[in-house]
């Protein structure tokens, strides 16, 4: 199976609406329905399930039951972290190690068609696979965040977005590992296999400028454009 995680169990506060942005309603549909149409309409997608806070499950459950998304299947609590939502994932999917699964951001609901069909074929030879966008600015490295200590090539650096997607076994073996070091401190899922299985080479899927987060209150207006549109 291609199963799509939709990760939503986020604090979302820097929109400044009053509850987490991806269940802040935008033309009549919550911000994380957005994403779950895109993975609802394309025909590799067998299951979609989403990952919330405690304070959502009976919301989405809600949205489940109404059968509104025919392959929204499963609703399951995250946590704090965003690796935990991952570990959550993980845990309801062990059982189908070689699926393939697809970790995306809520707040990202402009992923086309095009992009999930480009993860999905990269998939077919790759045991993971990052959505990431060439870098078009200079990046300053800094140790203290006061001084600049390096500036890599741009021609190297890319932004991730998501998805970001796994074989099942390939990413729940990494959390193993990764689980058992003090210092575990992961930013995102790539990161993980990329330290603690760097045997799985990443491959990387070119993203899309409207496959944006949408963080601010700039961006909720910038969404209502692009939607017009």
């Given at each position: 199976?291609?199963?799509?995680?939709?990760?939503?169990?986020?604090s979302?506060?820097?929109v400044?609406?009053?509850?987490?942005?991806?269940?802040v309603?935008?033309?009549?549909?919550?911000l994380?329905?957005?994403?779950?149409?895109q993975?609802?309409?394309?025909?590799?997608?067998?299951?979609?399930?989403v990952?919330?806070?405690?304070a959502f499950m009976?919301?989405?459950?809600t949205?489940?039951d109404?059968?509104?998304y025919s392959k929204?299947?499963v609703?399951l609590?995250?946590?704090?972290?965003?690796y935990?939502?991952?570990l959550?994932a993980?845990?309801h999917?062990e059982n189908h190690?070689?699926?393939?699964?697809l970790?995306h951001?809520?707040a990202?609901?402009l992923?086309?068609?095009?992009l999930?069909t480009?993860v999905?074929?990269t998939?077919?030879?790759?045991?993971?696979?990052?959505?990431?966008?060439?870098?078009?600015d200079?990046i300053f490295?800094?140790?203290?965040?006061e001084?600049?200590?390096s500036?890599?090539?741009?021609?190297?650096?890319?932004y991730a977005?998501?998805?970001q997607?796994?074989?099942?076994?390939?990413?729940?073996?990494?959390?193993?590992?990764?689980l058992?070091d003090?210092?575990?401190?992961?930013?995102?899922?790539c990161?993980?296999v990329f330290?603690?299985?760097?045997?799985?080479?990443?491959?990387?899927?070119?993203?899309?400028n409207?496959?944006?987060?949408?963080?601010?209150?700039?961006?909720?207006q910038w969404?209502?454009v692009?939607?017009?549109?």
């Open positions: 199976m291609n199963i799509a995680i939709i990760l939503a169990a986020g979302g506060s820097r400044g609406m009053g509850l987490p942005k991806q269940f309603s935008i033309n009549g549909k919550m994380l329905e957005y994403s779950i149409e993975f609802q309409l394309h025909p590799q997608i067998d299951e979609v399930a990952v919330v806070s405690s009976k919301h989405i459950n949205l489940k109404s059968g509104l929204l299947k609703v609590q995250g946590g704090e972290e965003r935990q939502s991952s959550a993980l845990k999917y190690p070689n699926d393939v699964i970790l951001d809520a990202r609901p992923i086309s068609q095009q999930i480009e999905l074929n998939m077919k030879n790759h045991a993971a696979a990052a959505v990431a966008m060439p870098a078009t200079t490295y800094s140790i203290d965040n001084m600049v200590n500036i890599p090539d741009r021609k190297k650096v890319y977005q998501t998805p997607a796994f074989r099942i076994k390939t990413l729940k073996d990494a959390f193993a590992l990764g058992q003090p210092q575990f401190a992961p930013t995102d899922d990161s993980v330290k603690y299985l760097p045997e799985h080479k990443i491959a990387i899927v070119k993203g899309e409207l496959n944006r987060k949408i963080t601010y209150q700039d961006d909720l969404l209502k692009q939607l017009q549109k």
